[in-house]
């Protein structure tokens, strides 16, 4: 049983228009939550965070936003950049401990 | 600052051959430490997790052991490979206590024939 999923292997969007990545989530546990951005060949790096208490965290063009009722979020990237091409994992955990991951979304930003 | 390197980057390997990756954070004490893998197409699946040394923990039972036996050393082994261990090893710390951000190592990419 998948706990965290991301249903769109793959997105494609024009640079300087909004990117958005979703994720949800089955266990109703899970009260942090974490966005990785990866490069091929390399380990994921750490982008931005939301605990269960907020339901919006901002830092600069990334944007995440809970839905706990949905069991639902989504990080949002504006203006995208084409250096913003990456894979993006969704990651949950309970009390900020180990973390489930979703396989990801390919985003692809074109010039 | 703290960093993380694990080695080696690559690694092609007959199957039954043993394994060994090694891990180690610098610039911090008693930190969480986790060795992940991603298969091919696939998210990141959680394969062991330690607290502190000597302190292990499987998340998935299969043909790999994990150690612990310095504080910021962390190795993965295996006695004899299976074609199913190849994959994209990451090891990953977080701050004790559970600050909730992992910090990943490069990646070791393992291929067994």
């Known amino acids: 049983d998948q706990q965290v999923k991301q249903n769109s292997p793959s997105l494609s969007v024009q640079e300087g228009r909004i990117s958005i990545l979703n994720c949800d989530y089955t266990n109703s546990m899970f009260d942090y939550f974490l966005w990785y951005k990866k490069y091929p060949a390399e380990g994921p790096t750490f982008l931005i965070s939301?605990?269960?208490?907020?339901d919006k965290n901002e830092d600069g063009r990334f944007t995440v936003f809970l839905n706990k009722s949905a069991k639902h979020l989504s990080l949002h990237i504006v203006p995208s950049q084409p250096g913003d091409s990456a894979v993006y994992f969704c990651a949950a955990s309970v009390r900020a401990g180990k973390s489930t991951f979703g396989d990801g979304t390919t985003l692809t930003v074109k010039p | 600052s703290q960093t993380i390197h694990q080695w080696p980057a690559t690694l092609v390997q007959p199957v039954g051959s043993p394994l060994s990756l090694e891990c180690t954070v610098e610039g911090t004490s008693n930190p969480n430490l986790y060795w992940y893998r991603q298969a091919a197409g696939r998210g990141l699946q959680l394969l062991f997790y330690s607290v502190g040394i000597g302190q292990i923990s499987s998340e998935v039972p299969q043909n790999l052991s994990a150690s612990r036996p310095q504080d910021r050393q962390f190795i993965l082994s295996s006695k004899k490979l299976l074609l199913s261990d190849s994959g994209f090893y990451l090891c990953?710390?977080?701050?004790?206590?559970?600050?909730?951000?992992?910090?990943f190592g490069e990646g070791s990419r393992l291929t067994v024939l």
């Open positions: 990953a710390w977080s701050p004790g206590g559970g600050a909730g951000e992992l910090f």
């Open positions: 939301i605990s269960s208490i907020k």
